[in-house]
């Protein structure tokens, strides 16, 4: 690699998307400005870490394992050489060898992209600046889903504002 930073680019896989077990709002926009990214990312010689999400069980209401949902989606492809990493939770670090890889390429920086903000973006965001990275959030190629909480009800927007706004404070450059 030509320098200390990484792209990781976290579960923009295919249930995310219409027509998927748990569509995620405007995902072919956040899908679009991701593999952007990606192109940038490349074309700069910097390392690429694809990261995807399996359920522990095939009775999950989504990305049950060895399933088409479950697959890194087709416009984030990742091409020969990169890394692909499966997890099991939504720190992206946990239980992976993900902060193995950075360490042995000398990475200091990361950027983080990918879905949902309000759960693998976050604690991924929060675990890498745990660990000592640099850490950057690509706030339009990152997608949240709508929530509900007792009583109240947030779009999928106020859900992303919500979780970047706490991840700039001390967490993340957002841009």
């Known amino acids: 690699m030509s320098n200390a930073n990484a792209l990781i680019i ?8 219409t027509g998927g077990l748990w569509p995620v709002e405007d995902m ?3 899908a679009s400005h991701a593999a952007e990214v990606l192109q940038d990312t490349r074309t700069a010689g910097e ?10 069980s095939d009775s999950a209401p989504f990305f049950r394992p060895g ?8 416009s984030v492809a990742p091409q020969e ?9 939504p720190n992206s670090f946990h239980g992976t060898d993900l902060h193995a890889h ?33 850490v950057t959030l ?3 190629a990152c997608g949240a ?8 009800h947030l779009s999928a927007a106020e859900v992303q504002a919500a979780f970047l706004a706490p991840l700039v404070m001390s967490y993340a450059k957002v841009i």
Not at 47 to 56: K, L, Q, R, W
Not at 120 to 132: M, N, Q, S
Not at 145 to 152: D, Q, R
């Open 28 to 30: 072919e926009s956040v």
């Open 67 to 74: 399933t088409q949902g479950a697959q890194i989606h087709a």
């Open 102 to 134: 950075l360490q042995a390429a000398g990475i200091t920086h990361v950027t983080i992209i990918g879905a949902m903000t309000q759960m693998c973006i976050d604690a991924t965001a929060r675990a890498a600046r745990d660990l000592g990275y640099d």
């Open 145 to 152: 889903k709508a929530l509900s909480f007792n009583g109240v």
């Open 47 to 56: 390392m690429v870490v694809h990261v995807y999400h399996e359920a522990a």
């Open 10 to 17: 976290v579960d923009i896989q295919n249930d995310y998307f």
């Open 138 to 140: 690509v706030a339009d």
């Open 81 to 89: 050489g990169e890394a692909v990493i499966l997890k099991h939770r």
